[in-house]
């Protein structure tokens, strides 16, 4: 099957346990990701363990990897690629986190060209022979003191951020609501306002007199500024004529 | 050991297995986060298996988590609190992404309260009657058709974000450089272009004599656009000396 043009690649570099190349193809396709290039895998290529690992990855992600016997013969077709590593310290190359990284990708699809983000053996990570290979280093920021990311986990959130970054921006959270709960309206606001209010105040519960605008004002306010939905409108009118039919 | 004031706290309902429970502490520790609240752990608590998976956790986050009865239990001191779940649609909640999640994480800390996220047991996930004590939802935005996110990897991608939105904004990827590698500067590129145009007019490069112009700008903004270091161009003289030496 043709890779999908553009989109990135991932390429396992000498991974060791099947289950773990299986996890790596699950966490690619929990983000759309498809393309995985396989360089020297330890236990030989196909590999029962990562197929029974990736469960319902392995069609679309393990069935058409390719291997290739060195990282550099795995670059074919790539115009931009990311060592993801902590490491290569002492090789001097620009280093980008997951965020900066998606960027770039989306920027160097945008240009015609096409970006590998290239993983190390689960044990050991990248040597700096794979990653002088590389155009940058790609560091998920974590924990110092802690940084203990497996080799699916970088992979998930590499993915999580190639898919992220290309959501629209999402300022405010969207409401989810069923079809029939559309917003109360101001207006059912103020009538649900009223009608407590009213029955409050048969039941003197605005007391003292001095008090009573001030616990009216709060009362109200406290209404309008509840997300409340036409539904839940008719409900607080029907529990307070519950409350109040005695 | 008392909590840690603000900092978010993760909540594992009715977890199943303690090896996830373990890795869910881990994914935690990955991005700082100790604070872990469980409800009702299936198999009770401490959990052996928990210790084992948790390994460098264990201590920070695990030996300090407290056990509830219920979710309502649990929820002691949270003032906002997530149910992270792909469902509920028949619930009226606002819908946060990790990200909208995060950035409402840190408004709720500066006005002095506490988040909550909350997790559901591995196989069912949370049901309607936990998400219905929660503030909101929390979706991570994964592939529709291949949603298999596990506990700890919804843990992982959860802490990722709430630290990731800590960091400052990070619109060019930093340079890693050893102390004692400085970019040239401008002159040092000048002179090096000059060295390889001198050397390669001497071997008859820059022919035909007509294209001779446009071959010479083009090498020297080769050289204008790469990102050397000083010590970068004394290998490139070098190597080019080498080369003529004969």
Same mark, same amino acid.
């Given at each position: 099957m043709p890779e999908t043009d553009r989109q990135p690649v991932i390429i396992l570099t000498?991974?060791?346990?099947?289950?773990?190349?299986?996890?790596?193809?699950?966490?690619?396709?929990?983000?759309?990701?498809?393309?995985?290039? *396989?360089?020297?895998?330890?236990d030989g290529w196909p590999n029962p363990k990562a197929v029974a690992m990736?469960?319902?990855?392995?069609g679309q992600v393990l069935d058409r990897a390719r291997v290739f016997p060195t990282l550099a013969?795995?670059?074919?077709?790539?115009?931009?690629?990311?060592?993801?590593?902590?490491r290569g310290r002492e090789l001097t190359k620009p280093v980008f986190t997951p965020a900066t990284a998606a960027a770039r990708n989306r920027e160097?699809?945008?240009?015609?060209?096409?970006?590998?983000?290239?993983?190390?053996?689960?044990?050991?990570g990248l040597e700096n022979d794979d990653i002088a290979r590389a155009n940058a280093i790609l560091t998920v920021p974590v924990n110092p003191d802690f940084p203990?990311?497996?080799?699916?986990?970088?992979? *998930?959130?590499?993915?999580?951020?190639?898919?992220?970054?290309a959501?629209?921006?999402?300022?405010m959270p969207t409401q989810r609501r069923p079809a029939n709960e559309v917003p109360a309206d101001r207006v059912e606001i103020e009538k649900l306002a009223d009608h407590y209010?009213?029955?409050?105040?048969?039941?003197?519960?605005?007391?003292?007199?001095?008090?009573?605008?001030?616990?009216?004002?709060?009362?109200?306010?406290?209404?309008?500024?509840?997300?409340?939905?036409?539904?839940?409108?008719?409900?607080?009118?029907?529990?307070?004529?519950?409350?109040?039919?005695?």
């Open positions: 000498r991974p060791q346990m099947g289950e773990n190349i299986g996890a790596a193809a699950r966490a690619m396709l929990n983000f759309g990701l498809t393309e995985m290039r *396989l360089v020297a895998p330890r990736a469960s319902g990855a392995a013969a795995a670059m074919e077709g790539i115009s931009y690629a990311f060592a993801t590593t902590a160097e699809a945008a240009s015609g060209g096409r970006c590998a983000f290239i993983f190390g053996p689960e044990r050991a203990s990311l497996n080799l699916a986990q970088a992979v *998930l959130l590499t993915g999580y951020e190639l898919s992220r970054g959501l629209p921006d999402q300022p209010e009213t029955r409050l105040e048969d039941a003197g519960y605005f007391f003292p007199e001095t008090k009573s605008p001030s616990m009216k004002l709060n009362l109200r306010n406290l209404w309008s500024r509840m997300p409340l939905t036409r539904a839940d409108v008719q409900v607080l009118h029907g529990l307070l004529r519950q409350l109040t039919r005695r």
